[in-house]
Antibody, heavy 118, light 106 residues
Framework: QVQLKESGPGLVQPSQTLSLTCTVSGFSLTSYNVHWVRQPPGKGLEWMGRMRYNGDTSYNSALKSRLSISRDTSKNQVFLKMNSLQTDDTGTYYC????????????WGQGVMVTVSS | DTVLTQSPALAVSPGERVTISCRASESVSTLMHWYQQKPGQQPTLLIYLASNLESGVPARFSGSGSGTDFTLTIDPVEADDTATYYCQQSWNDPWTFGGGTKLELK
């Protein structure tokens, strides 16, 4: 059974760094890509970046200077770190699975709500 | 970045046929996908590669299109289909999503 679950702090202060973990089960990180997608409250979806099955990463150029995605395959975890957070980074952060062909997310985590506020 | 444009909202009656459109700012071939998001939930995949029905999704949902113009059709619409529908392209990075179409039932 494929599952993805995001975890991390619900509240981050402005200018600080966000660290999120996506823990997966039911598939191997060395066979599938994992993406991060976020959604501000009441708004649409924004693709942030991906960890490919082979360890390569790609980032949305709008976030590239602040964003880092890494993984630990032994723990079945993918990590997101984003620095210099501002209030407009508030939203729900999802990790998703991509079956490597065609470029879509066939499974999504439940999401983690992150609020940037002092 | 490839911009995807969707109508913001639609209202239909149960049993009717509804089409939700998505227009891309450049050709994305058939690398277009559709998701449903109900309030308070994560998106779920409905259609991939423009016209392929995801496993477990009712056959009432279908997708069509190529190039710049795509359509998600629900026929017939049921009360449970109340949700926001997003298109997403993967022709190039960054992946981009449409702004979403909120479907309401009369």
């Amino acid at each position: 059974q494929v599952q993805l679950k995001e975890s991390g702090p619900g509240l981050v202060q402005p200018s600080q760094t966000l660290s999120l973990t996506c823990t997966v089960s039911g598939f191997s990180l060395t066979s599938y890509n994992v993406h991060w997608v976020r959604q501000p409250p009441g708004k649409g979806l924004e693709w942030m970046g991906r960890m490919r099955y082979n360890g390569d990463t790609s980032y949305n150029s709008a976030l590239k200077s602040r964003l880092s995605i890494s993984r630990d395959t032994s723990k079945n975890q993918v990590f997101l770190k984003m620095n210099s957070l501002q209030t407009d980074d508030t939203g729900t952060y999802y990790c998703t699975r991509d079956p490597n062909y065609g470029g879509y997310s066939d499974y999504w985590g439940q999401g983690v709500m992150v609020t940037v506020s002092s | 970045d490839t911009v995807l444009t969707q109508s913001p909202a639609l209202a239909v009656s149960p049993g009717e046929r509804v089409t939700i459109s998505c227009r891309a700012s450049e050709s994305v071939s058939t690398l277009m996908h559709w998701y449903q998001q109900k309030p308070g939930q994560q998106p779920t995949l409905l259609i991939y590669l423009a016209s392929n029905l995801e496993s477990g999704v009712p056959a009432r949902f279908s997708g069509s299109g190529s190039g710049t113009d795509f359509t998600l059709t629900i026929d017939p619409v049921e009360a449970d289909d109340t949700a926001t529908y997003y298109c997403q392209q993967s022709w190039n990075d960054p992946w981009t999503f449409g702004g979403g179409t909120k479907l309401e039932l009369k």
